[in-house]
């Protein structure tokens, strides 16, 4: 059973350019998170996403940051006009369908983000 | 704010001891409490997991010791091995399909 799968592992992008990072969640889950990790740093929620809907967005900057789950395919985060300080390690999460309790989160491997 | 402190920042312990990491929360609405281990350039993986309606959850050599009432919890790690030094972060989080609040990590060195 794959785990949480996320490409690129690595993306370098020059400022005012745009990043894309997708993740796959694992087989039979329908939930997603992205989380963002600076150096020396814990994680931060950004978003929470479920099939075509976004749950809760509330860790997610107001401007350049979007992300999407649709029906078909991974999620993607979007970052616009990317700048110096988005550089830092993205991670996606998945959990399973809830039913009252909390459902562990599994992480990907991360995404790597170097802004020049 | 933090809504989940950690501490210490860095632990280095010889192998064979015990390793000691703490976590205290404020919002006693958290009813999930995990923890992470992170090797460099890897995505955290769960390590053991706890909830509030009991004191002490052991998994191999790893336990949580959960303090309602103090609102603490620790992981501690016995026997402690090289290969267990990482990077551990404890998180939180209340109710059902929401976020986690994680805590700033501790790095953790295992001298042989």
């Known amino acids: 059973n794959a785990g949480v799968m996320q490409n690129p592992r690595h993306l370098v992008r020059r400022r005012g350019q745009e990043a894309r990072l997708r993740c796959s969640p694992m087989k039979g889950h329908s939930h997603v998170y992205w989380y963002r990790q600076l150096p020396e740093e814990g994680l931060k929620f950004m978003v929470y996403l479920q099939k075509e809907n976004i749950i809760d967005e509330s860790g997610m900057p107001k401007e350049r940051f979007s992300a999407e789950f649709p029906k078909e395919g991974p999620s993607i985060l979007r970052i616009q006009q990317v700048v110096r300080g988005d550089s830092a390690a993205y991670f996606c999460?998945?959990?399973?369908?809830?039913?009252?309790?909390?459902?562990?989160?599994?992480f990907g491997p991360g995404t790597r983000l170097l802004v020049l | 704010q933090q809504q989940v402190k950690q501490s210490p920042q860095s632990l280095i312990v010889q192998k064979g001891g015990i390793s000691i990491i703490n976590c205290a929360y404020e919002n006693t609405a958290f009813d999930y409490f995990p923890w992470y281990q992170q090797f460099p350039g890897k995505g955290p993986a769960l390590l053991i997991a706890?909830?509030?309606?009991?004191s002490e959850k052991k998994e191999g050599r790893f336990t949580i010791s959960f303090n309602k009432s103090a609102k603490q919890f620790s992981l501690h790690i016995m026997d402690s091995q090289p290969g267990d030094s990482a990077t551990y972060f404890c998180a939180a989080s209340k109710g059902t399909g929401n976020q986690f609040y994680f805590g700033t990590g501790t790095s953790l060195t295992v001298i042989p």
């Open positions: 999460a998945s959990s399973r369908r809830t039913s009252g309790s909390q459902e562990t989160q599994y």
């Open positions: 706890i909830r509030p309606d009991v």
